[in-house]
């Protein structure tokens, strides 16, 4: 069965800085795209950033330009959403996603919360 496992939430004061990390198995994650979704409470979840499978290109959400880089390192099978100048807004649970083709899988989500 496929796996997804965000870690690094947690609670940052604004200004600060996390990095999320998103462990996957079980499936061939050198052949899919990786993505960051948020969804804060009240609100549709929305794309943050894209990988392509190679690293080659990413994406990042107008939002979070210049605040938040995507990376990934396919020996470890792990993709990374490094977060910085956080702003309450950012507050929300961030998901990993997988996508190759009609394949989509999520994680089951990671809380950050940027508050004093």
């Known amino acids: 069965q496929v796996q997804l496992v965000e870690s690094g939430g947690g609670l940052v004061q604004p200004g600060g800085s996390l990095r999320l990390s998103c462990a996957a198995s079980?499936?061939?994650?050198?052949?899919?795209?990786m993505s960051w979704y948020r969804q804060a409470p009240g609100k549709e979840r929305e794309l943050v950033a894209t990988?392509?499978?190679?690293?080659?290109?990413?994406t990042l959400a107008t939002s979070v330009k210049g605040r938040f880089t995507i990376a990934r390192d396919n020996a470890k099978n792990t993709v990374y959403l490094q977060m910085s100048s956080l702003k309450p807004e950012d507050t929300a649970v961030y998901y990993c996603n997988a996508r190759y083709f009609v394949h989509s899988y999520w994680g089951q989500g990671t809380q950050v919360t940027v508050s004093s």
């Open positions: 990988i392509t499978k190679t690293g080659g290109a990413t």
């Open positions: 079980r499936f061939t994650f050198s052949s899919y795209d």
